[in-house]
């Protein structure tokens, strides 16, 4: 009799046990049920699994247990993680998702959790570069700020910034055109939107900009613009290394500055008239009231 | 009747001890079986075909999964699994090929002698059912549409199932899980005989919420399924016992709890025709 109990956060023991039991068993792999018939005991080959597996207790008394313990999300982290191997070979689908599942040990059922169009997946992907070239970026600032590194102009901090982001996507550029398509889904945007505005920023902020007026969102505009073109680009280049899609990337950064050049140029140059113009009134006036007393 | 048979138990509106409606359930399936098919065409008008797709669906296999159908009885949902799973082994053996361009002709003739044995690509179903009629029915229907590869027959109890622990990819349990007199120790049967990250689906008449709809659909019940059941299949008793079932069973949110209470994840419900049937998908985590 298993004694149920029913606490807040309810952890997965079986994941916690196949885990363990896969830790230790690292060189026999976790034969799949698909090779066993279901009528023919297990004779020994299988490895012995741990105890509590298939029938664990609720009453959370196992302490070694406890460190184990993951949530569902964590769990289908893993298995997101693991299925992106899969995904040169079958795409960004329920499939790739089923072998990741595999691997961990759980039945390709598993794949069921997710959508069948891959979009947790790719949104997986995405979110996971991010936080890669966010701890890229702030480790670089590190070096910086331990004097160990000069500090990059503008232009090329931000064509490093984009080429490295970029260069996560070579693996898997052969389906990459799909997963795009995905993001675009109506449904799949504002998540898709939310993980590239959050990247740009990222990369704005190690950039050392710390702009408070209109200036923050064109920045952000023209780096959003310089990114998905260069996306864009790369998804049909063939060159050697990619080279095209650098060079491309590095003319789009320095139109950019030039652009930025121009601005504050016409600022300024603004301004100039600005002043000649109240100076010339001022002269007017005076000369206007000299005249008029005289 | 001594006060030692059982607790009480309902059987339709009427009350019985838990072995008297096994008996009786029992009595109304080998009743029925002959003319099961018939009568859930003419009951639901063809639409249990639609609902039973989109079970499938929901399930998406791949090939090699181990499919489960518990109260499968008559093999609809292993005959789908079956289908299901050869065309989307096609599907992946065409895409294989396709990436084989520059092989020679020897080699694609080859390629194709191979897979042909492995149409399934190793998937399996069995189909579990308490009644022996009801598989007899499912075995003469398997030989007729052609069905041999791939696929099993067992005499089981759902409370009690004859296989071992950490077996199965998927467990279905289509229109049966009403017909359990202990809907928990099957519940817990399901969740042992299921490998870790396992899927649990069940698809079941479940409660109507909107009431204008639902005195439509208890008025075409309580009038029509009987008569039909007394024309068709010549036993209107055992229809008047389906129909009663349907409302003696546990509504969607119940359900999705007893399912959550057996250790089962991630469950949740999906009405199809505003609630007149519902499937309930969990995982064993």
């Known amino acids: ?294 | 009747r001594g006060l030692a048979a059982g607790p009480e138990m309902h059987f339709g509106f009427q009350t019985v001890t838990e072995e008297e409606r096994r008996e009786k359930i029992y009595q109304v399936f080998e009743n029925v079986a002959k003319k099961y098919d018939v009568m859930n065409d003419s009951m639901t008008l063809g639409i249990h075909r639609v609902w039973k797709d989109i079970l499938m669906h929901k399930m998406n296999p791949c090939p090699g999964t181990l499919l489960l159908d518990v109260a499968g009885g008559t093999g609809d949902i292993a005959f789908r699994f079956l289908n299901y799973v050869r065309s989307v082994r096609q599907r992946q053996l065409q895409r294989k090929l396709k990436h084989h361009q520059n092989l020679s002709w020897q080699e694609i003739f080859d390629s194709y002698q191979k897979d042909q044995f492995n149409s399934l690509g190793d998937s399996q179903v069995v189909v579990c059912d308490i009644n022996r009629e009801m598989l007899k029915v499912g075995k003469q229907k398997a030989q007729h549409l052609g069905y041999s590869e791939g696929l099993s027959w067992v005499l089981g109890n759902a409370e009690e199932l004859p296989f071992d622990d950490d077996k199965f990819d998927v467990y279905t349990i289509a229109f049966g899980i009403r017909n359990v007199t202990r809907i928990d120790l099957a519940l817990q049967e399901a969740y042992r005989v299921l490998k870790p990250g396992g899927r649990f689906l069940c698809l079941e008449f479940s409660h109507v919420s909107n009431p204008l709809l639902s005195r439509l659909y208890d008025l075409y019940s309580f009038q029509v399924i009987p008569v039909l059941g007394e024309v068709i299949a010549g036993d209107w008793r055992s229809y008047q016992y389906l129909v009663e079932s349907i409302r003696q069973f546990p509504p969607q949110e119940e359900l999705k709890a007893m399912i959550e209470d057996a250790g089962f994840f991630k469950v949740d419900y999906e009405n199809l025709n505003f609630g007149i049937v519902a499937i309930h998908s969990g995982f064993k985590l």
């Open chain 1, 1 to 294: 009799v298993k004694c149920q109990h029913y606490p807040p956060a309810r952890a997965l023991q079986a994941s916690a046990a196949l885990r363990r039991a896969s830790d230790e068993h690292k060189k026999e792999p976790l034969t799949s049920s698909s090779q066993q018939h279901f009528d023919s005991p297990p004779a020994g080959h299988q490895p012995e699994q741990e105890p509590q597996g298939p029938h664990p207790s609720y009453t959370g008394q196992g302490g070694q247990e406890s460190e184990d313990y993951e949530s569902e999300e964590q769990l289908q982290h893993r298995i997101l993680t693991a299925a992106l191997e899969f995904v040169p070979e079958h795409g960004w689908t329920a499939e790739a998702i089923a072998e990741g599942a595999k691997t961990l040990g759980l039945s390709v059922a598993a794949a069921g959790m997710f959508h069948s169009d891959g979009s947790e997946l790719i949104l997986h992907f995405v979110s996971e570069c991010n936080t890669k070239l966010s701890k890229l970026l702030e480790k670089e600032q590190k070096l910086v700020q331990l004097g160990e590194a000069e500090k990059k102009p503008i232009d090329e901090f931000l064509r490093n910034a984009v080429e490295a982001r970029l260069r996560m996507l070579i693996p898997y550029i052969e389906k990459w055109p799909q997963a795009l398509s995905v993001l675009l889904l109506p449904r799949n945007i504002p998540s898709s939107l939310n993980l590239l505005t959050s990247m740009i920023d990222d990369i704005w902020h190690y950039a050392g900009d710390q702009s408070t007026d209109f200036n923050w969102y064109t920045r952000r505009a023209v780096l959003t613009g310089i990114y998905n073109t260069t996306e864009l680009v790369m998804m049909q280049d063939s060159s050697p290394g990619f080279e095209d899609t650098w060079r491309f990337l590095g003319n789009r950064v320095a139109d950019a500055m030039t652009m930025s050049n121009t601005a504050s140029q016409v600022q300024s140059t603004g301004e100039a008239v600005v002043q000649g113009l109240m100076g010339a009134a001022v002269t007017v006036s005076n000369a206007e009231t000299s005249r008029a007393v005289t």
